[in-house]
């Protein structure tokens, strides 16, 4: 950078300021490149022109700015860029400097092979970025490199082309390379790709080779105007061969390199070679559209003799042209003749091209739109800009597909309007529209757009849909003139081809019926109409046949299985039924009843293994057999040919809980506890075991044994809870092989002899509820989690662990039906545990004996009701608690127990 080895053009940067380019960015120059906005991620890059090894950077400042901090990025090929990156394998920051002056070197711990350097900087000083800067580094491997021709010797006057002209070449040297002593060979060349082949016999070598410490050397003795192969190779001192390098270079071109220097949107300047003394008299250059489209013409005035360079205009914008350069000596005989193929700059972005194609112009209109399509004609309309100076206006039309021929309208838009008809149009036709606008001197708007008539029949509906049929009617023009139709149909699916109805519908037909279809199957129904053999309309319609079966009805079901019945066409072929079914909440994939799907000639089934309470989707796909199924495989011998889908509910489970003097029962369906080990089931105290038979797990205890707690509220209530409790069974790796519950259950007593049934159990897997029977009737308990205090969507249970901060709030419901009118909802105690025990410590207390005691708890009256309730709490952390987590979420995978967002809330209903 310093030397002024790496050109300015080199040097690059995201941004620089008036006067602040990044070529002063050069170590101890008398300026710096500064950014145009002091922020970070501005960069300044160096192209070191070939892949070098870098070993590190110096910076430095500049009046008063510099850079402090600065990431070091590099790269190949200027487009894919790596980070430096640290011993840890985080991106490097190299600290910079401190002051505007004092240079700071930064060595590479790795040093890196690259071609471009990126710095960018991070940080800098109060007064803004300045940055002037070295880099270190080296070559990366030692070889020869860029032989490169210095002069062509020429020798005009030989006609027989004896063999006495020379091609001089130079090389350089990178790295360390051991040499001891050069080969400098030739041979005609053919091609390069033979060149470059060491099996390719080199015909001679260079009588005096070069010196070991020449970069230069002259191949004499070749003919003229002849290519050759040249290869370069040095040797070690034991001989060996340590680098190699060749190129293929011809001798005494006459003329060289047609360049193209600049093109504009009407001209092209080219500029040439003339190597050796080449004896030029005259010089001829001829142009013509390098697609052949006219015919070539000459400059009118040709270059001179001494010329080097020549400009061709009156061309037209965007083409390319191919350009001949001929040399002609004294006696007008051509001595030398090169061309190139060269194209004129486009119209500039916003900018139209003249329908001439000879200039550019910001079109003053735009947007052509089309605004009615009829059969036979269109409407369109255009914006123009404002205060636009028109003069007149052309509109064109011609069919897109190319079958016709540009037409004027002919009577074109006047120079104050914005929208035209064009009619005599074919029906059903796209056409391209062109509008040209012109201001008394020149053509100064162009705007395009292709846009279709109307089909002459439309509407295509379906009146009728057989198990094998479908009626369609539509609807025609009442001017059409249309003398035959067509109609065609597929399936949906593409598994067929496209069939034409044997019976066509008749030229005044508005209906059809097309027969012979597969149930349940869609088709795509394609009707064209025509007048003469042209199409004047088409229209497209996709409907499905009938399926064979219908009517899935629920004729009887439980807690875990489910009856349906259903109905099927009369003459229908079924080979085959496929049943599924999964839950309607989704917490289900679908699941097939493959070992057992209902039979052929059934028209009814069960689904067993359901979970109570829960809706199911039931879906019935049956199946017709395929003509000659041999030996494919069963999806390949039958196919579908009918769909039917309802929505039915399995019985709730009812959990039965007793309240006698002196003791206490509760009673579980074993329906309802699918996965649990129901025959290890006990209470609090495990000696206290659950009686078992086909339908019911039943646990009894006395109010004073098996583990029963008793609680005091009041001066006249006694309340006993206990446990039923099923423990996790895990096999020796640790997998659960029965799932554990714990079901608590608790009766309430006043002094008289007076029960009220009630318990905080709570469903979560299906839906967080719980029902309770007794001789007065059914009541249900929900509580749900809530994801915003809208209480729109609430969590399921594979939301859970819940992550919450302390500007979090915790949004809960509660809610109860029953058929009774007089039920009402209170909250009497809200407790928070790190577990599912109420009593459990530490805890937090939220609502007691219906008082609120939280200070962040809120209730929401607008949503409160007397069966509902609605309330919102900011999330906190337990006292003393050693781990800090602000709410601990769990979330008990069982159907009867739910901690959520570490909350419990002791829920009592009152009538």
């Known amino acids: 950078m310093e030397s002024g080895a790496i050109p300015d053009s080199s040097i690059t940067a995201s941004s620089f300021a008036d006067g602040k380019p990044p070529k002063d960015a050069r170590l101890n120059g008398n300026s710096a490149w500064v950014p145009e906005n002091d922020r970070a991620g501005e960069w300044l890059q160096v192209d070191l022109g070939e892949m070098m090894r870098i070993d590190g950077a110096i910076t430095q400042g500049h009046s008063g700015s510099w850079v402090t901090e600065y990431v070091l990025q590099y790269s190949a090929d200027g487009t894919s860029f790596t980070t430096h990156v640290g011993s840890d394998g985080s991106d490097k920051i190299f600290t910079a400097n401190a002051d505007d002056s004092t240079p700071v070197a930064n060595l590479l711990n790795n040093p890196v092979e690259a071609r471009y350097m990126r710095f960018v900087v991070q940080s800098w000083s109060d007064s803004g970025i300045a940055l002037k800067l070295e880099i ?17 010797g020429l020798n005009l006057d030989n006609d027989d082309q004896t063999d006495d002209d020379q091609l001089t070449v130079s090389w350089e040297v990178v790295g360390n390379l051991p040499i001891s002593r050069y080969s400098l060979s030739y041979s005609l060349g053919y091609s390069l790709s033979y060149s470059l082949s060491y099996s390719y016999p080199l015909d001679q070598e260079v009588g005096s080779p070069p010196t070991a410490d020449a970069t230069s050397a002259t191949v004499p003795g070749l003919q003229a105007d002849t290519d050759y192969i040249i290869r370069l190779t040095s040797f070690d001192d034991t001989d060996q061969p340590t680098g190699v390098v060749s190129g293929t270079f011809k001798t005494a071109p006459r003329l060289s390199g047609l360049t193209l220097d600049r093109a504009g949107i009407n001209s092209l300047t080219v500029s040439w070679k003339v190597f050796g003394n080449l004896p030029t008299s005259s010089f001829i250059l001829s142009y013509q559209l390098a697609d052949g489209s006219d015919s070539s013409a000459d400059l009118p005035t040709p270059p001179a003799a001494e010329d080097i360079s020549a400009t061709v205009s009156g061309l037209l914008v965007g083409r390319e042209y191919t350009i001949t350069l001929t040399s002609k000596d004294e006696s007008s005989q051509t001595n030398a003749e090169i061309s190139g193929t060269y194209k004129t700059a486009e119209c500039d972005a916003g900018y139209d091209l003249s329908s001439d194609g000879t200039d550019c112009f ?23 800009a404002a205060g636009a100076q028109i003069d007149s206006y052309s509109l064109s039309y011609e069919p897109a597909d190319g079958t016709g021929t540009s037409e004027e309208l002919n009577s074109a838009p006047e120079p104050g309007d914005i929208s035209a008809t064009v009619s005599g149009l074919l029906p059903y036709t796209r056409y391209i529209l062109t509008l040209n606008s012109t201001d008394p001197d020149r053509q100064n708007g162009h705007t395009i757009g292709t846009f279709r008539t109307e089909s002459v029949i439309s509407g295509l509906t379906l009146i009728r849909a057989g198990i094998d049929d479908l009626e369609v009617s539509w609807t025609k023009d009442a001017s059409a003139q249309i003398d035959s139709y067509s109609l065609s149909y597929e399936p949906a699916d593409g598994t067929g081809t496209s069939v034409d109805l044997n019976s066509a519908p008749g030229a005044d037909d508005i209906s059809a019926t097309v027969p012979g279809l597969l149930p349940y199957t869609s088709y795509v129904i394609t009707l064209t109409s025509s007048d003469q053999g042209r199409e004047n309309g088409v229209i497209v319609g996709t409907f499905r046949t009938e399926s064979v079966i219908s009517d899935l009805t629920l004729d009887g079901g439980g807690m875990d299985q489910l009856v349906v019945s259903w109905g099927k066409a009369q003459g229908s072929q079924i080979s085959r039924y496929s049943l599924s079914y999964r839950p309607v909440d989704g917490t289900g994939s679908y699941r097939d009843r493959e070992l057992d799907p209902p039979a052929a000639d059934a028209t009814s089934a069960t689904v067993s293994g359901l979970l109570p309470g829960i809706s199911y989707t039931i879906t019935l796909t049956s199946f017709q057999p395929l003509g000659n199924a041999g030996r494919r495989k069963r999806s390949e011998q039958d196919r579908q040919n009918g769909v039917i889908t309802r929505t039915f509910r399995t019985e709730s489970a009812v959990v039965n809980v007793e309240c006698a003097e002196g003791n206490m029962t509760i009673s579980i369906p074993r329906v309802a506890l699918s996965g649990v080990d129901v025959g ?66 608790q009766c309430e007593f006043l002094r008289q002899f007076d029960i009220t049934q009630g318990g905080d159990i709570m469903f979560v897997i299906p839906p967080p509820r719980f029902e309770i029977i007794d001789a007065e009737g059914e009541m249900t308990l929900e509580m749900r989690t809530y994801k ?48 599912t025990d109420p009593n459990d410590s530490p805890r937090v207390d939220i609502i007691v004996d219906g008082c609120q005691v939280a200070e962040t708890l809120e209730k929401d009256n607008e949503r409160s009701n007397d069966t509902a309730l609605y309330y919102t709490v900011a999330a906190f952390g337990f006292p003393n608690s050693i781990e800090q987590n602000l709410v601990k979420n769990e979330n008990v995978l069982d159907r009867f127990a739910s901690v959520v967002a570490g909350e419990e809330c002791l829920l009592r209903s009152h009538s």
């Not at 735009?366 to 914006?383: I, P, R």
């Open 362 to 384: 910001v079109s003053v209109i735009s947007a052509l739109t089309l605004k009615m399509a009829g059969v036979d004609d269109l409407e369109v309309s255009w914006t123009k």
């Open 788 to 835: 915003s205090p809208d209480f729109g969507a609430s969590y399921k249970s594979t939301d859970f662990p819940i992550k919450v901060t302390p500007d979090d709030r915790l949004n809960f419901g509660l809610s109860v039906t029953s058929p009774l009118d007089n039920v009402e909802l209170f909250a009497r105690d809200c407790v928070s545990t790190p577990s």
């Open 136 to 152: 270190w580094g080296c070559n990366t491997v030692p070889r020869l490199s860029g032989l490169t021709l210095e002069d062509v």
């Open 680 to 745: 290890s089931m006990h209470l609090l105290d495990t000696s206290c075991v659950a009686s078992v038979d086909v339908d019911w797990v039943t646990l009894e205890t006395h109010l004073e044994e098996c583990g029963t707690r008793r609680q005091i509220s009041g001066e006249d209530k006694f309340i006993f809870s206990n446990e039923a409790i099923a423990d996790e069974v895990t096999d020796s790796s640790g997998a659960v092989i029965y799932q554990g519950v714990s079901l608590p259950f």
